[in-house]
């Protein structure tokens, strides 16, 4: 499950952020041998969604910033 929420971050730590921005929203969940995310986005914004797709996709770095919290 903190797999889970590291992810749905995206690399730069702010693909929820700028989701929501343009309308769209993101749901993740955490099966026994799975995570399934779902991206809703408005008509139109297609290519952001595909974009923040491959982001979404992309292995993380893993270092102690992802514990720190923003300001």
Known sequence: HLLEHIVARG???DLDMRLEKDGGFLTAE???DAMAFRM???VGKLELGVRLLKELTQLPEL???LYIPRS
């Open 11 to 13: 690399p730069r730590r």
């Open 30 to 32: 955490t099966t026994r």
């Open 40 to 42: 809703s986005l408005p």
């Open 63 to 65: 270092d102690s910033r």
